[in-house]
Nanobody
Framework: QVQLVESGGGLVQAGGSLRLSCAAS????????MGWFRQAPGKEREFVAS????????AYADAVKGRFTISRDNTRNTVYLQMNSLKPEDTAVYYC????????????WGQGTQVIISS
């Protein structure tokens, strides 16, 4: 089935930028939506952004609107999350996820990449 691998996390000071990547393999053709989620220490996992492959439409959580941008590379079956003007509250483990065209739910998840924003 689909395998997802995130990369690009790291440590950056507030106001800086990072770009996360999520490489999909094993059946991107079966995926119509890919998204980013994050989970901060002691908090529930929350939605960050999503990208619809066919229509190239995007959606963002209010907390990241105007600062984060999700995009895709069709050739490499990769989705990106460009994060600008980072804040300490953006600190979290970021997960890539893919919706299945069969179920319509986020059935596939990556292992996560750590993002730490220092004050």
């Amino acid at each position: 089935q689909v395998q997802l691998v995130e990369s690009g996390g790291g440590l950056v000071q507030a106001g800086g930028s990072l770009r996360l990547s999520c490489a999909a393999s094993g059946g991107t053709f079966s995926t119509n939506v890919m998204g980013w989620f994050r989970q901060a220490p002691g908090k529930e996992r929350e939605f960050v952004a999503s990208f619809i492959w066919s229509g190239r439409s995007t959606a963002y959580a209010d907390a990241v609107k105007g600062r984060f941008t999700i995009s895709r590379d069709n050739t490499r079956n990769t989705v990106y999350l460009q994060m600008n003007s980072l804040k300490p509250e953006d600190t979290a483990v970021y997960y890539c996820a893919a919706k299945s065209t069969r179920t319509g739910s986020y059935d596939y998840w990556g292992q996560g990449t750590q993002v730490i924003i220092s004050s």
